[in-house]
């Protein structure tokens, strides 16, 4: 079985704060994929970053980056200095690769608001 | 750049009713789902698609839903008999081959009155 923990229910910042977003995936698979998508007011599933089990590094793009500690299964996700278009929620996602088809699972959610 | 649609953006339906979603999925992209979205909480698989065939369906999959692919680019949900537990926004989504992401489209909001 697999499941996407998103502890933070709610997180609140001011512009121009760092902010990390945290996500734990429990799995027995070895190779798995996880994902960070932004849901803002409008609604619509964003994609913004991918990580695989097997990747070595932790990546940097933009403001946005993502570290991956797989001895803990965390996969938090930083967002540098915060803007007010940052606020949305903040959905955590991972299917393990295996035989599967990879259907998609997601964490329930953390709302971020950033003010200004 | 490739996207997700989903027709329409908002449907209203009365109890009992059936309604067809529609998605138009990216072109090259081999697997396909539909996922579920109560207003306020996490977004929840229903279907997998591949192959022109279910690969896998959840628990709220049941024989009220069905899915088709009914000529190379539509993809379709249909619900047979909608209950008001169905209101929901509706994802359609597409993926290109293992390990990578899914494209989401904008979502079709279902209200059931």
Redesign the interface.
């Known amino acids: 079985a697999q499941k996407v923990t998103q502890a933070q229910t709610e997180i609140s910042v001011v512009e121009k704060e760092d902010v990390t977003l945290d996500c734990v995936y429990e799995t027995r698979d070895t190779t798995y994929?996880l994902?960070w998508?932004k849901q803002p007011p409008s609604?619509?599933?964003?994609?913004l970053i991918?990580r695989?089990s097997f990747d070595e590094q932790n990546e940097i793009s933009g403001r946005y980056s993502w570290n991956f500690q797989k001895s803990t299964s965390s996969f938090n996700f930083t967002i540098t200095a915060s803007q007010v278009v940052d606020s949305a929620v903040y959905?955590c996602?991972a299917y393990a690769?295996g035989g599967?088809?990879?259907?998609?699972?997601?964490?329930?959610?953390t709302k971020l608001s950033v003010k200004p | 750049e490739p996207e997700v649609t989903q027709t329409p953006s908002h449907q209203v339906t009365q109890m009992g009713q059936e309604v067809i979603l529609r998605c138009v999925p990216i072109s090259n992209h081999l697997?396909f789902?539909w996922?579920r979205q109560i207003l306020g909480?996490?977004?929840?698989?229903l279907v997998?698609f591949?192959n022109n065939e279910i690969?896998?369906k959840s628990e709220i999959f049941d024989d009220q839903f069905s899915v088709e692919r009914p000529d190379g680019s539509n993809f379709t949900l249909k619900i047979r008999s909608t209950k008001l537990e169905d209101s929901a926004?509706y994802?359609c989504?597409s993926?290109l081959g293992?390990?990578?992401?899914?494209?989401?489209?904008?979502?079709t909001?279902l209200t059931v009155v």
């Open positions: 994929y994902f998508y609604g619509e599933l964003v994609f991918r695989n959905f996602a690769g599967s088809q990879g259907n998609l699972i997601f964490g329930k959610g | 697997y789902y996922y909480q996490k977004v929840e698989f997998s591949y690969s896998e926004m994802f989504a993926r293992r390990g990578t992401e899914a494209f989401f489209g904008q979502g909001r």
